[in-house]
């Protein structure tokens, strides 16, 4: 199957800092690239939709300003988290597809703690 | 209610038993999804599938999109297959989107 690539797997940052967590699609062009939020023992939250050369579609709830998503191109979205506190620290995880109805791929995660 | 329920939401078996989760769903679709998350957080596509069966290696996924549900059966279970089962669907509404289920925890004892 396609392979999507996060980076990073883990990171840990001072409160007031900001993160960048990248997605890649390896071997695919990715027209539409989803950011996930995900608390421990609970399901998948979506955060935005990304598409490339757009403007992101974020989720009822979710800061525009404080997670800032780019999708510059068809194999690489990014999610910042700005002026990250404790309460952002969390498992991120993004998919890409090649459009819709079609099969979705996850990266491997970013677990971000926040000190 | 949820747009996507699964069950059971926790499930121990035995090495070697068969295993089956199943999956309802209240929106319309055209395909669904099955995902598998390890302990370490990654996400395996293991399924999509909009009508019948398919099979790969000891997992087979079958759906009945009348009946608006779909099954994810494990033969053989190993404890490497130990982790959570995720059912997760596109509604027709929501382009790609997924709406997922809560997912299942498969604990698979030696």
């Known amino acids: 199957g396609a392979v999507v690539s996060q980076h990073p797997s883990r990171v840990i940052c001072k409160s007031g800092t900001s993160v960048k967590i990248e997605c890649r699609s390896l071997?695919?062009?990715?027209?539409?690239m989803f950011w996930y939020r995900q608390f421990p023992k609970q399901s998948l939250m979506l955060m935005a939709t990304?598409?490339?050369?757009?403007?992101?579609?974020?989720e009822q709830g979710v800061e525009k300003d404080k997670f800032l998503i780019n999708h510059a191109s068809l194999t690489l979205s990014t999610l910042t988290v700005t002026s990250a506190h404790p309460e952002d620290s969390s498992f991120y995880i993004c998919?890409?597809?090649?459009?819709?109805?079609?099969?979705?791929?996850f990266g491997q995660g970013t677990r971000l703690t926040v000190v | 209610k949820n747009e996507v329920e699964q069950s059971p939401q926790n499930l121990t078996a035995q090495e070697g038993e068969f295993i089956t989760i199943n999956c309802s769903y209240s929106?319309?679709?055209?395909?669904l999804h099955w995902l598998q998350q390890h302990p370490g957080g990654g996400i395996v596509s293991l399924f999509m599938?909009?009508?019948g069966k398919k099979k790969h290696g000891r997992l087979i996924a079958t759906i009945n999109i009348q009946e608006k549900h779909s099954s994810l059966h494990i033969t053989a279970s190993h404890p490497r297959d130990s982790a959570v089962y995720i059912c997760?669907?596109?509604?027709?509404?929501?382009?790609?989107?997924?709406?997922f289920g809560e997912g299942t925890q498969l604990t698979v004892n030696p």
């Open positions: 998919s890409a597809q090649t459009g819709a109805n079609t099969e979705a791929f």
């Open positions: 071997d695919f062009q990715a027209t539409t």
């Open positions: 990304s598409n490339e050369g757009s403007k992101a579609t974020y």
């Open positions: 929106v319309g679709i055209s395909a």
């Open positions: 599938l909009s009508s």
């Open positions: 997760a669907v596109p509604p027709e509404t929501s382009g790609s989107r997924l709406t």
